[in-house]
């Protein structure tokens, strides 16, 4: 059972820089997708930005000022977080999928078995 761990987040002012990790429990980074979600309070699940076959993809809300990347070690994923805004607020997970039909569907968190237990992110005016 692959096992992940985020860790970094906390509390920071507008325009404040915050940035996540997720560390596997072993080798998942492999082949298919991999991304960062968040959730705030009475809202769905969203996806902020993935890594599918090596390409990035980043929610519109976000492009520009967060930055998704892996370590060459393919075992931890990084999520770098600038010019931070309080509507970033939210608990932040790190997911993995291992079926290649995530490719088709990365930003569905339904596409993804492996989850991460969550780092808050909260982000003040």
């Known amino acids: 059972q692959v096992q992940l761990v985020e860790s970094g987040g906390g509390s920071v002012q507008a325009g404040g820089s915050l940035r996540l990790s997720c560390a596997a429990s072993?080798?998942?980074?492999?082949?298919?997708?991999m991304g960062w979600f968040r959730q705030a309070p009475g809202k769905e699940r969203e996806v902020v930005a993935t890594?599918?076959?090596?390409?990035?993809n980043y929610a519109d809300s976000v492009k520009g000022r967060f930055t998704i990347s892996q370590d060459n070690d393919r075992n931890t994923m990084n999520l770098q977080m600038n010019s931070l805004k309080p509507e970033d607020t939210a608990m932040y997970y790190c997911?993995?999928?291992?079926?290649?039909?995530?490719?088709?569907?990365?930003?569905?968190?339904?596409?993804?078995?492996?989850w991460g237990q969550g780092t808050q992110v909260t982000v003040s005016s």
């Open positions: 997911a993995a999928a291992s079926d290649w039909r995530c490719t088709g569907r990365w930003w569905f968190p339904s596409s993804y078995e492996y």
């Open positions: 072993e080798y998942t980074y492999s082949r298919y997708c």
């Open positions: 890594i599918v076959i090596g390409g990035t």
